[in-house]
């Protein structure tokens, strides 16, 4: 007999107003999200633009069409280990735009993870400033963070996290309740074209299966940022590209802003934006005339 263990996550609500955030399919006058975070979670308004380029060595080219969604300024990242200072980021300012899809390209200790770690509120940098929607994250306590990981980010890693005893419908579950206005957990295994796979434990699953069980419990809050880190890494190619494919779906049809970091250089083939990083800084950024589909990747 096989026995189904369930959790219940008890959901606790602070008596605040609730992010205006809405998804729409991306058009090609695509209007940028209003996201409201409430005052009393402490994330406190940022400096206005034009300081914050104050001291970058240039402005960075915004997109026609396109609003930042992060900016991150003269970030730093320092981990002292005993008497060894081991310096993961060294002056790293990028913008991430509305809708975009970027890939930060690099090898393992270039620092690319740490980045992604700050934008997504899992750190915090030793300096410089951050700021998502006008509101900064450097400044944040623990509080104002975790409901910003709440209401706003959805992460998708290179292990997939998911429970064994749960299925596929419940492993998404568990974020569905936890925030406000979820796709329904079957919505988000058809988006990633895992319909018929409902109600199969991650046992059952393949590998490449058992991450797009993870992107839909990602997406299935309804993220305003969606960030990946390296979610192809324990894949083979073949599975890699469907993985992929529904990564660029989320982005495309929900319009999703969307990082994903990796090592891999054919991914950065279907980004919009690729940004190389190496020991802590950046070495180059160039825009893709013409994407590719994640079925024309080769590695």
């Known amino acids: ?25 991306r058009t090609t006058d695509h209007e940028p999200r209003t ?18 380029y104050a001291n970058a ?40 735009f509305e809708a975009e899809f970027l890939v930060l390209l690099g090898p393992s200790g270039s620092g690319k993870s740490t ?31 975790t409901m910003y990981r709440r209401k706003h980010v959805g992460f998708v890693f290179q292990f997939y996290n998911l429970i064994p005893s749960l299925t596929a419908r419940e492993n998404v579950a568990l974020v ?5 206005r979820p796709m329904a957990p079957a919505e988000a295994l058809k988006l990633v074209k895992l319909g018929d796979r409902l109600d199969h434990f991650p046992s059952q699953l393949s590998g490449g299966e058992q991450q797009r069980v993870a992107i839909a419990r990602a997406v299935a809050k309804r993220p305003d940022v969606l960030l990946c880190d390296e979610p192809t890494g324990a894949l083979d190619i073949a599975t890699g590209i469907l993985v992929l494919e529904a990564i660029q779906r989320v ?28 020991d802590g800084r950046i070495l180059s950024e160039r825009r893709n005339e013409k994407k590719l589909a994640p079925s024309e990747l080769t590695w």
Do not use: C, W
Not at 67 to 94: C, Q, W
């Open 1 to 25: 007999m096989r026995a189904v263990v369930r959790v219940y996550v008890v959901r606790v609500s602070p008596n605040d107003s609730e992010p205006t955030t809405r998804h729409e399919p």
């Open 35 to 52: 996201t409201d975070i409430p005052a009393s979670d402490t994330l406190s308004e940022a400096a206005p633009v034009s300081d914050l």
């Open 57 to 96: 060595a240039a402005r960075p080219t915004e997109s026609s069409g396109q609003s930042p969604v992060f900016l991150a300024r003269d970030i730093t990242k320092v981990y002292n280990m005993g008497e060894v200072a081991v310096h993961a980021l060294r002056g790293i300012s990028l913008d991430l």
């Open 115 to 145: 980045l992604l770690n700050i934008l997504g509120g899992l750190d915090v940098p030793t300096s410089g400033t951050v700021t998502y929607r006008g509101q900064s994250l450097t400044s944040a306590d623990e509080r104002a963070l």
């Open 176 to 180: 569905t309740d936890i925030v406000d």
């Open 251 to 278: 982005n495309r049809e929900l319009g999703t802003t969307t990082a994903v970091i990796t090592h891999n250089a054919a991914v950065a083939g279907m980004a919009d934006r690729v940004v190389s990083l190496s």
